[in-house]
């Protein structure tokens, strides 16, 4: 077991569409890296196990992301700058994530913020990259 997630893991992510890593450009791929860097740094400092990690939702080609329910037209998943974690340890994973904002800053990564991401599953956390407007806390609603 990898104690990160590789940029392979992120890029075939959800069987469902296997062939979306060849759709990956130099782009995604220097997105990704970045992304998966700084995630996997905050995972860490948060005490996460990230064996026990499930990446639901990482690189989506355009063409995927338009048949997925509910995701932005310009989601941060189609350019690799976002993810989307299941875990069935760390119980809801974005509250843990939300108590220490600290960490979110400290890596530059955004969360969306748990009151939004509500659904048949409730242990699951979207994070991203994107560049937003400096806030006291790294969390947004869509």
Same mark, same amino acid.
């Given at each position: 077991?990898?104690?990160?997630?590789?940029?392979?893991?992120?890029?075939?992510?959800? /069987?469902?569409?296997?062939? #979306?890593?060849?759709?990956?450009?130099?782009? *995604?791929?220097?997105?990704?890296?970045?992304?998966?860097?700084? !995630?996997?740094?905050?995972?860490?400092?948060?005490? !996460?196990?990230?064996?026990?990690?499930?990446?639901?939702?990482?690189?989506?080609?355009?063409?995927?992301?338009?048949? *997925?329910?509910?995701?932005?037209?310009?989601? /941060?998943?189609?350019?690799?700058?976002?993810?989307?974690?299941?875990?069935?340890?760390?119980?809801?994973?974005?509250?843990?994530?939300?108590?220490?904002?600290?960490?979110?800053?400290?890596? /530059?990564?955004?969360?969306?913020?748990?009151?939004?991401?509500? /659904?048949?599953?409730?242990?699951?956390?979207?994070?991203?990259?994107?560049?937003?407007?400096?806030?006291? *806390?790294?969390?947004? #609603?869509?």
């Amino acid at each position: 077991m990898s104690n990160i997630i590789t940029l392979e893991q992120y890029l075939t992510s959800s /069987g469902k569409y296997p062939e #979306r890593k060849q759709f990956a450009d130099e782009q *995604v791929t220097i997105n990704a890296t970045n992304l998966l860097e700084k !995630v996997n740094a905050l995972l860490t400092e948060l005490g !996460v196990d990230i064996s026990k990690l499930v990446i639901s939702s990482g690189f989506r080609p355009a063409a995927i992301n338009k048949t *997925v329910k509910g995701a932005a037209k310009k989601s /941060g998943h189609i350019i690799g700058l976002s993810c989307d974690f299941m875990d069935f340890v760390n119980l809801p994973l974005a509250n843990l994530a939300l108590s220490k904002p600290e960490l979110l800053k400290k890596h /530059g990564v955004w969360i969306e913020h748990p009151e939004a991401t509500k /659904g048949k599953f409730t242990n699951w956390m979207h994070c991203d990259i994107i560049s937003r407007s400096a806030r006291d *806390v790294q969390v947004f #609603r869509p």
